[in-house]
């Protein structure tokens, strides 16, 4: 639920994230679903009590509401969720960014959860969005950084309209910028805020985040999406002190000059040429941003040229993630649509509220639009949110899971046929953090060199599984198989065949 | 006085005037002149859709949309006509309804260049640039640079980037001033690795339109990845400039947008317009004000304003002294007529009058003593004079006009020493301050000193930038 009675709090149509990670050490991908609150300025008639739920995997993409057995039911007004297991224990604990102080839930196993945000000392009660963990000082623990929307309260709501005094949600410049909080992770079960030492407070109107090694000098870097304010670039000197570079790089405006209304962003090697890209959701009228990384000098905001862009220009883009998901060996790349007004058709002859999620095919670089052809119809719009990958089924394909502001969520199973298999390792640190955020994999399959990063946050207010996967398309193995871990430690794995599953721990001995 | 509506009914053809009062921003004034029409037999198809354009200009769809229908079926206005009431819908979200009017002129004059161009640009307002092409294609198309523009644009958005870098090079080739041809050219070569050509693609863009945040930001990132540091950094402060009035603006457009019936975001934005010398563009949001709040002395005080900027002194002359009657105890209003009227080339003793009054009622401006020590210098007393620039320069250290004045004073009366070593003072008093380096810079090259005021003039460039960024983003 949003809480929405009315008034249009700009807060109801920001939607809530959606997480599949393995919460129960299963081996399966359980479901996390984020969920919004009635606010407190509403009567108590628009709508039940909700909380956020856990879904428990019971094997083959079926779901069971554990909610109340895990404690990960928390009853605030819900935006964003982060996983990383920031204990070193080997099991994934769970960040909960709400409007209002935020939650961090320790996972004690078997699907069980304890609230340790008092201890821990993560409870910021601004407005949080969409999160990240990283070892941001590379001193093998997992740290977080939870990106701030805007400087809003109930309070301070203001009524909007559009041109022609239709009642409108506020754009987002009605509102003040915010700063992002950086916290470093001491260790202890306790977290230090090192916004202000780390660099990375620049007040913007933050919504999504990533962090990769963007910049390729072996440090992850982060990447923020502002709306309505240029997005930041902020590179890690390596010691966890950052530099926002995002206007002189190239990744913080649209081609035109112009910054966008930035909500989710996803990493990855789009155009197969071993550099990390990044794709950034906008409005309608601004069409998605993909950002074309040249190397460690910048990027050049290829959007048109890359197919993005026309396809895009109507559409208000929020979570999204580049993944394989035709096992071809290059990244797609799914967007989860829907307007931010609930009534877009009055404001626009030509906008529709309720949005298709669109797919586009990776072919040879160029995307091509195939949603008509990949996703149901009756499935296939909304007022898109949060949005997160993962082979919840279990049979080697990435499926997605997409939350709707207001409504229920859609799970799409792959379906992929064509014969296609990829191989999939999921990594274990052990002198690098144990989710092993910030590791490269590389591979050769036939000619062409696969390169993927497992990175932290990405896409909207969601989480993603960190399985890393190897579109082999019809070649039965991918060879020269090679995992660059973030303690500089490098593993050669030589050929894997088709089909399998890599649990991958980081070897003691591994050379450099 | 006759009533605007009855003055525009008297003329042959109110198109015209009509047409300016929507320009300025008077749709109620537009829509009003031309409704008796909308209702007559006979009426001119371009008055009907002006008609509707100020219905829509003023949010009124509701009433514009018979008018709509009248020109889709029975009527057939200029395709200039056509296509500004297109744009109209456009910028009020209406789109879509604008393609049906343009679609519904090309059935009856499908080779007409002007609505094939038009047409082009709804679809690529849409993300339709398979349609762009199409309709870029059928006889009667233009070849223009703003054909060949979308032309090229549309490709690069198929992924047919060697056509689009023809047609680009084409549209740039038969206007090598068309900025936007310019920038996206610029984009594709950049994409292709071609960081000199980009460079020199959106330099050209910016010769021609020195505010575009595409091309000042992509010339920045060339600068910096081609090594040129020093450069770099002069034009990413250019570029920050231009991107934060950009979002300024947006700000302003937003709020105004956003209370369409709140006078005071319309003056804010209209003063936003003209504190950064887009005085064109701040009349349409000024006179919106003024529709809303006619008696607003603010927003009459800021179109005089605009109106001088202009150089529409008669104009300017008329509302300062409109505004003087109101308010006779302001001595600014007193010096703003003195100024309008020196300009227009008043006899001296009368703009003289209007200074002393002014002088009288208290005006603390700098642009008072400087009007009065011109007129000291006229009348032989250079001491008096230096004395009231000297004044002016104390009162607004960072107004520049007062420095070159005082400047120039000097110079003239053979102290140049005295000069130079005054405005040198004054730059290391307060080092942020660049309003008195324009006037060294002068003094510099008048006495053969070249390389000295070229350094000058490099320091001010960037002094000029970075203070205007702090002036933008207050």
Redesign the interface.
Known sequence: MNGACGRRYLLETMGSGVALFDADGDGDLDLFLVDGARLPCCPATSGPATRDRYFENLGGGAFRDATERSGLGDPGYGMGVAVGDVDGDGRPDVHVANFGPDRLFRNLGEGRFEDVTGPARVGDPRWGSSAAFGDFDRDGDLDLLVANYLDFTVATHRD??????IP?Y??P??YGRVGSVLYRNAGDGTFEDATEASGVGLPGKALGVVFADLDLDGDGDLYVANDG??NFLFRNDGRGVFEEDG??S?AA???????QAGMGVTAGDADGDGLPDLLVTNLSGE?NAYY?NLGP??F???S????L??????DTGFGAEFADFDLDGDLDLLVANGHVLDNAER?????RSRQLHRLYRNEGG?FREATAEAIPPEASEGFGRGLAVGDFDGDGLPDVVVSHCGGAPFLYRNASGGGARGVQIRLVGTRSNRDGIGARVEARVGERLLVREVVGGGSYLSHSDRTILLGLGSAPEAREVTVRWPSGAVQRLGSLPAGGLLVLREAEGAGR | MIPLATLLLGLQDPVAPARALLEEGRFAAAASALEPLGVKEGASPDSLALLAEAWVAL?L?DRAEPLLGRLSTESSPSPEALVSLAERLAS??????AGVLLDSALARRPDDPVLLLAAARQRYG????DQVLDFLARPGAPSGSGAEYLRG?SL????R?AEAETALRRAVAAEPRHAPSQ?ELG??L??KGDLEGALRSFEAALAADAD???????R??LL??LGRREDADLA?VR??V??AF??AR??HE??A?????QPGAWLALGDFLLENRQVRESLPPLRRALELAPDDARAIESLARARAALGESEESERIYGDLRRRFPDRGDLALRLAEVREERGAPEGEVARLLEESARLGCQEAALDLALGRADLRAGRPEDALRRFREATSREAGNAEAWRTLGFALESLGRKDEAERELRTALERDRSNPAPRPALIHLLEGRGRTAEAARERALYERQVLESRLRSVRR
């Open positions: 909007c309209t559009a041109a022609n005094g409108v506020c754009d410049d009605a304010v240029e206007l002189v190239g405006l649209s081609d035109r000059g112009f910054a069409t074309r000098g910048g050049v905001h290829r048109q040229a890359a197919g862009g026309a396809p895009s220009l109507l404001v626009s002859d030509v906008l160029l | 949010g769809l009020a979200g209406r789109i879509g309804r849409l993300g339709k640039p644009a690069r958005s198929l992924g980037e920038e984009h594709l950049e994409g575009r945040p595409g091309a000042a930001g992509g920045a990132r910096a990845r990413f570029f920050r231009i991107h950009e979002e947006k700000d937003t709020s947008r956003e209370h369409p019936e």
